[in-house]
């Protein structure tokens, strides 16, 4: 894609001019940083925002852990399914101009709404994915004004929790999973006979939060997936209509192919498939490292500037012609790890 095609040229530059990563500098502790992009331009997210993505937007987030005396970074931009191509292409710059003030230590991440990698996700207590924009978000209206929602809420592990504004539909019920029904000054806890004591646990924490914030002019109701009264009234809140079936990614083959403009000309070779040994990358060039499931760009310290450059790019258009194609990227060098690839590489 295009909007990688300028992503590092000037980013030295730029990068010291950033005033958002100024106070990066200072810090000196595992820490979890959020930007939202707005206008071309990077915005802070509240610390009490922290954990909320709406699909209208894109986000950089900066994860840095502290490792006895050494800081580790991670850099994901995060792409709304709603978001513009112009703010997906300032998102992927911004996330290079950020590696780059680190001094190139940063480990840089792609995420696809919904089809976040477990390490995003588990950065948040709570997760959320939410339709609209910040601007359109539900802290700005009064609760009887509020558009009505459904949330499903499903756990990453046992410590995380993953919220995700679905169809406003009976039809996105499963009973694997508990839901959420907010009407504004009405909301209620859905709880599929299938889903885990820690997912009602969570979500009627969530429930409660909901009644605190609108200061008691919300009133709440918990049902469960039994056929009482309570959960057909449930049922009837909800319209029943189609909805878009989700996109569902396969699992494809492991394969690792060369990225080389050794030729003259740049070109991408097969180098190995179903089977992913460290002995086939070397340090001359750039490597696409496929897992099935994700997608790891290997920078070779001995690249040629174009090969580091196009990178993302043939990252990019190498998913496209996948069967998944949203798969997250990770782009790791020699100086920069992975503890998720060092687990797949043979």
């Known amino acids: 894609m295009l909007i990688y095609d300028f992503l590092d040229l000037f980013a030295e530059e730029s990068a010291e001019k950033e005033p958002a990563w100024g106070p990066v500098r200072k810090i000196a502790s595992s820490t979890l940083m959020v930007w939202r992009i707005k206008n071309f331009q ?48 300032t998102a992927a710059y911004k996330t290079v101009e950020l590696d780059t003030f680190l001094d190139d230590k940063a480990v840089q991440h792609r995420e696809v709404d919904g089809f976040e990698s477990d390490l995003f996700k588990t950065y948040f207590n709570r997760f959320e994915t939410l339709a609209g924009g910040y601007a359109s978000g539900f802290n700005h209206v009064k609760p009887n004004e509020y558009r009505p929602r459904l949330l499903l809420f499903h756990s990453v592990d046992r410590k995380n929790m993953e919220l995700i504004e679905v ?46 914030d609108r200061n008691g002019r919300c009133k709440t109701e918990v049902t469960d997936e039994d056929g009482s009264e309570e959960h057909k009234k449930f049922i009837s809140l909800l319209p029943d209509v189609a909805i878009e079936k989700k996109v569902e990614q396969k699992i494809g083959k492991k394969v690792i192919y060369r990225v080389s403009d050794e030729s003259g000309k740049m070109e991408i070779s097969l180098v190995c ?28 310290v001995k690249c040629s500037r174009r090969e580091k450059l196009d990178a993302l790019s043939h990252a990019h258009d190498y998913l496209q012609k996948t069967d998944h194609p949203f798969a997250p990227i990770t782009v790791v060098s020699n100086n920069r790890k992975s503890k998720e690839l060092d687990k797949l590489l043979e």
């Open 42 to 89: 990077l915005e802070v997210v509240r610390s009490e925002d922290i954990g909320k993505f709406f699909r209208g937007d894109s986000y950089i987030v900066l994860n840095i852990e502290k490792v006895g005396d050494e800081l580790l970074y991670d850099v994901h931009f995060w792409i709304g399914r709603e978001s513009t191509a112009d703010e997906y292409g």
């Open 167 to 212: 169809p406003f539909s009976r039809r996105s019920l499963d009973s694997t999973d508990v839901f959420i029904l907010d009407m504004g000054t009405e909301a209620y806890q859905w709880n599929g006979r299938g889903c885990t004591k820690e997912e009602k646990f969570k979500a009627s924490q969530f429930l409660q939060q909901l009644e605190s």
């Open 273 to 300: 498939e179903n089977a992913l040994p460290k002995a086939s990358l070397t340090e001359n060039d750039v490597y696409l490292i496929d897992s099935g499931q994700s997608l790891f760009v290997y920078i070779g």
